[in-house]
């Protein structure tokens, strides 16, 4: 551990104890340790998929076999997926009192198993599907994807994972959420997203605007790293993370002795 390393986290760790009150948002990156990978850059599911083919709302509709196939796949990813250390110690810092609430960018319901609450799903998640015709909801288990498109149990209707496509906005209620937390939040510890995609990539600048401190940890700098963060925490989410939590733990009057 380098000397600034350990200088910047020592300012984060005062910061959360010091405020008590901090969001946190994460992408990607925190799921990479859970074997989820991301998206986007080299060994992406996008090298593989062409998102605006089969995770386009429109292309969905017109031929909903096709984006089923990719979809299968990552179902297949998420349903075995486990949580990875990053996902535990933002769960022990919601029970220390200093997290007030998580809002993830990513649809694989991993802050939910690692035992987190108060979670927004800012773009919707996969452990379930909604029927496009009587919008029935279904936990993924459930649905047989030997037939592909699965259907509707309820009308035969089409079945689609209640995640957000391209071509689809933000659910309303986990938009208001997000940006009432960015609000009133004092920190905002910012977890493996690269900050490139809106509207989440606003929600930093917005708490910030509001007074809040701005912690990032991420592999390299991201967009925000120049431009909105505070503090820079670099290194993998799952490495990065329990340090944090220890570090707090050693400078928390209250710890056991």
């Given at each position: 551990m380098s000397y600034h390393f350990k200088t910047e986290l020592g300012k984060a760790a005062d910061g959360l104890l010091k405020f008590k009150k901090t969001a946190v948002l994460t992408g990607a990156g925190i799921s990479v340790a859970s074997g989820i990978r991301p998206f986007r850059g080299k060994g992406g599911l996008w090298e593989k998929y062409d998102p605006e083919v089969v995770v386009n709302i429109n292309n969905f509709r017109r031929d909903p076999a096709a984006s089923w196939v990719m979809l299968r796949e990552i179902a297949g990813v998420i349903?075995?997926?486990?949580?990875?250390?990053?996902?535990?110690?933002?769960?022990?810092?919601?029970?220390?009192?200093?997290?007030?609430?998580?809002i993830t960018q990513n649809v694989d319901g991993l802050h939910q198993k690692a035992g987190s609450r108060e979670v927004i799903e800012f773009h919707g998640s996969t452990s379930r599907v909604v029927c496009l015709d009587c919008r029935a909801v279904?936990?993924?288990?459930?649905?047989?994807?030997?037939?592909?498109?699965?259907?509707?149990?309820?009308?035969?209707?089409?079945?689609?994972?209640?995640?957000?496509?391209?071509?689809?906005?933000?659910?309303?209620?986990?938009?208001?959420?997000a940006r009432v937390e960015s609000q009133q939040c004092k920190a905002?510890?910012?977890?493996?997203?690269?900050?490139?995609?809106?509207?989440?990539?606003?929600?930093?600048?917005?708490?910030?605007?509001?007074?809040?401190?701005?912690?990032?940890?991420?592999p390299e700098p991201?967009?925000?790293?120049?431009?909105?963060?505070?503090i820079f925490l670099q290194g993998k989410a799952e490495e990065v993370m329990p340090r944090l939590v220890a570090e707090i733990r050693d400078r928390s009057p209250e710890r056991p002795q």
């Amino acid at each position: 551990m380098s000397y600034h390393f350990k200088t910047e986290l020592g300012k984060a760790a005062d910061g959360l104890l010091k405020f008590k009150k901090t969001a946190v948002l994460t992408g990607a990156g925190i799921s990479v340790a859970s074997g989820i990978r991301p998206f986007r850059g080299k060994g992406g599911l996008w090298e593989k998929y062409d998102p605006e083919v089969v995770v386009n709302i429109n292309n969905f509709r017109r031929d909903p076999a096709a984006s089923w196939v990719m979809l299968r796949e990552i179902a297949g990813v998420i349903m075995t997926a486990k949580p990875n250390p990053a996902h535990y110690a933002i769960t022990e810092l919601q029970e220390l009192g200093l997290v007030q609430g998580v809002i993830t960018q990513n649809v694989d319901g991993l802050h939910q198993k690692a035992g987190s609450r108060e979670v927004i799903e800012f773009h919707g998640s996969t452990s379930r599907v909604v029927c496009l015709d009587c919008r029935a909801v279904y936990p993924l288990e459930e649905i047989n994807m030997e037939v592909l498109p699965p259907p509707c149990f309820d009308c035969g209707g089409l079945l689609k994972p209640d995640a957000v496509f391209f071509g689809e906005a933000i659910p309303p209620a986990a938009l208001m959420r997000a940006r009432v937390e960015s609000q009133q939040c004092k920190a905002m510890l910012v977890i493996g997203t690269s900050g490139m995609v809106e509207p989440a990539a606003s929600l930093p600048g917005l708490a910030k605007s509001h007074g809040a401190l701005i912690i990032e940890v991420n592999p390299e700098p991201s967009w925000l790293t120049a431009t909105t963060v505070d503090i820079f925490l670099q290194g993998k989410a799952e490495e990065v993370m329990p340090r944090l939590v220890a570090e707090i733990r050693d400078r928390s009057p209250e710890r056991p002795q």
